[in-house]
């Protein structure tokens, strides 16, 4: 998860909380496959999948309604 969310940028400032958010929601959106994979076929999802979704899910503070 450390590899796909960055709290600072290139230059070494903060990033907003927003662009951080958009990390986290990208790797929901990006590893959905696995929980539909899971309801159709019954495979599991890896551990640290289940473990990275539910850090970013708690990580997310900006209201979901804003576009991507």
């Given at each position: 998860m450390n590899n796909f969310?960055?709290?600072?940028?290139?230059?070494?400032?903060?990033?907003?909380?927003y662009d951080i958010d958009s990390d986290?929601?990208?790797?929901?959106?990006?590893?959905?496959?696995?929980?539909?994979r899971?309801?159709?076929t019954g495979e599991s999802i890896p551990d640290e999948i289940k473990q990275n979704?539910?850090?970013a899910r708690a990580a997310v503070q900006s209201p979901f309604n804003v576009i991507l």
């Amino acid at each position: 998860m450390n590899n796909f969310v960055r709290e600072m940028d290139d230059l070494g400032g903060e990033r907003a909380q927003y662009d951080i958010d958009s990390d986290y929601r990208r790797y929901l959106k990006e590893t959905d496959w696995y929980v539909i994979r899971e309801q159709e076929t019954g495979e599991s999802i890896p551990d640290e999948i289940k473990q990275n979704r539910s850090t970013a899910r708690a990580a997310v503070q900006s209201p979901f309604n804003v576009i991507l």
